[in-house]
DNA sequence: GGTGACGCTCTCCTTTAGGTGAGTATGGAT
DNA sequence: ATCCATACTCACCTAAAGGAGAGCGTCACC
């Protein structure tokens, strides 16, 4: 049972739409796989976190959360255990009192911080002209 | 009046916390800026479309839907008229029965696509290790 | 004159994200 | 005895994301 992306124009008609382009590329499961991951790992917290740990190298819970201004606790907890989860951070808990509990990257989490490396150059670099092309949208439709 | 990241333990207690690390890095208008302009192209079907339109070179409306496996008709709209605001694309409507819209990349967003290009390449390589690790971790806590 | 094509938009409605404020365990310091 | 620190977890609740299905406008066709 096929679903088409979306609800067909009106339910009875548009069966069927002339294929002009293959309706997808090459191997459907490692697509799906891979955009996932991708759903999963370019997301706005696990790219920041990321970036902090590079940047500090070994964190404690509250130390983290300072670094990430805006971010609850209860995500930061979220964004960190999906993190250890998907292999990209350690977490390593020493049993004292009160407790101590320390994240850092792995090898893996360190690639991908690497991998966005190139996204946070462009985000810097081309801030002025999203902004700019934002305004001249915004005052064409105003 | 600073908020603090979140709520302290039970609230009359650690009105401060020690500062072990400094609370930020440096510009905090910069940053936050840059954070939001992240949070926003880092978007799953920000990435994909940019992906299919980088592959294709232009798509039509429904051509980019068959494209992106999943996506709503509503979510498709939405992220193209967002990229077209933030400068990524064009649209070029055709005046014409039926309607006919033409998207394609501007410069800017195929050097985002190029700056994402490596992070879709390390999704590729570390899903198996990303996957396995995740098993893991799972049997771990089962 | 009914139907279909395209690229939407509009109205619901459900699901998810994410915030808030509190509680918990433990041992050392006061 | 009481308090405090840390790194959480839990219950609750609101706001936002996003899906489903329908409708629209216009012309060419059968």
Request: glycine share 4%; charged share 25%.
């Amino acid at each position: 049972m096929s679903r088409l992306p979306f609800n067909e124009p009106t339910i009875q008609r548009a069966r069927r739409i002339a294929e002009t382009i293959p309706p997808a590329e090459c191997d459907p499961r490692v697509e799906a796989l891979v955009n996932d991951l991708i759903g999963r790992v370019a997301d706005k917290w696990t790219m920041i976190a990321l970036e902090v740990l590079a940047e500090h190298g070994e964190l404690r819970f509250t130390q983290f959360a300072r670094q990430m201004r805006g971010i609850s606790q209860k995500m930061l907890t979220q964004t960190l255990r999906q993190m250890e989860r998907d292999g990209m951070v350690t977490r390593t808990v020493h049993p004292v009192v009160p407790p101590r509990v320390e994240y850092r990257l792995t090898e893996l989490g360190a690639s991908l911080g690497a991998a966005f490396c190139g996204v946070w150059i462009w985000a810097e670099e081309n801030l002025a002209k999203v902004e700019a092309s934002r305004e001249a949208f915004d005052a064409k439709t105003e």
